[in-house]
């Protein structure tokens, strides 16, 4: 673990053992006041290192990310036009697909060739654009899914049902404590399905905390939630960083990029072409000309209530009738069949389940 570093006026304290460093706005500032704004800048005490990652569908170059660097207890905005490869770039960091090279690593820890529950518990937790709510299962049991693949817990429950019962109390226990956290005690009994979008996301964000992570990775989260649940969706984001946590986040609005990203990280056609604090955005020319001046459209469809309509409700049904099909298949929702499919959070996938590997081991590409 690092010492205190020495920061522009001042010491950037270390980190505690489990990754979280807690920094106040001028702390903050202070620490990106000595980064260069260009891409792949080294940050003072970089939880998150990517260098060479490339991933290539067909023809397409979706990733081509030279060397990236996400700094400890910040928030960091991930921009960038539709198909800039912001998504891809999440799958890959956090085992939910494989890269044709690269490296990257937490802490110094390798993270490459480590399956989804095994990269979230180095630490890193991702969610996902369309939410991945079991609408059929309950409020409490969608959280307390966040905690599968649990060290042993197959076993467990056939050799020492008493160590795990013990383990189940905990984690339901744990899943409560998020709930209310969020705000979603009352409805921990409600089924899924009966949550508005912006519930959804807050029971995503529950479901991710539940390993305890060090780093959280949100994929749009504010998409399909309505503007009255906006602010406090932000307000929940930014007391992860509260927390010490580390938060990278993909967001297309940039009022929101500007209201809680400490920096922001732009990428263009896979790779990034900027980095800036929020308030250089608008002077650097390449987010100017590749991003901001560019036309967009916002890639997912959701009507006034948060629920996805259209191509997306399609995707979205399409999404859980495979997840449940894992889950009654005796599967787990963070191993997937990498190898049989490209992950990708909007595209439909099936049979996930039929990946399986030892728990810690990593597995050959
Ligand atoms: N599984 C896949 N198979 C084929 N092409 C893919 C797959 N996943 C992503 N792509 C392509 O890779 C490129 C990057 O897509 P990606 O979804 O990562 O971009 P993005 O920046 O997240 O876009 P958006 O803002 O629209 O979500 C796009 O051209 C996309 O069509």
Known sequence: MPDDTPLHGGTLPAPTPDGRVRLDAAARTALFAQVPGEPGAAKPDPVLVASGITRTFG??????VDHLEIQRGCITGLIGPNGAGKTTLFNLLTGFDRPDSGTWSMDGAPLGKLYPHQVARKGVVRTFQLTKA???????DNVKLGATGQKGERMLATLAPWVWRKQEREITERAHDLLARFKL???SDDLAGS???GQRKLLEMARALMTDPTVVMLDEPMAG???ALTQSLLGHIKSLRDDGMTVVF???DMDVIRDISDWVVVMAQGSVIAESTPDGLSQNDA??????GAHHDQALEFDEHGRPVGETAVLAEQLEAAEIETLEAGGDLAEPDIGHTTQ??????QGRHAASASDDESRDR
């Open 59 to 64: 023809g397409l170059k979706a990733v081509d």
């Open 250 to 252: 993909v967001e297309h």
């Open 225 to 227: 939630v309505n503007p």
């Open 195 to 197: 949550l508005s979008g």
């Open 287 to 292: 987010v100017v000309d590749a991003y901001l």
């Open 185 to 187: 005690d009352a409805k």
């Open 134 to 140: 079991l609408s059929k299962l309950t409020v409490l």
């Open 344 to 349: 990708h959070q909007t595209r439909p996938q």
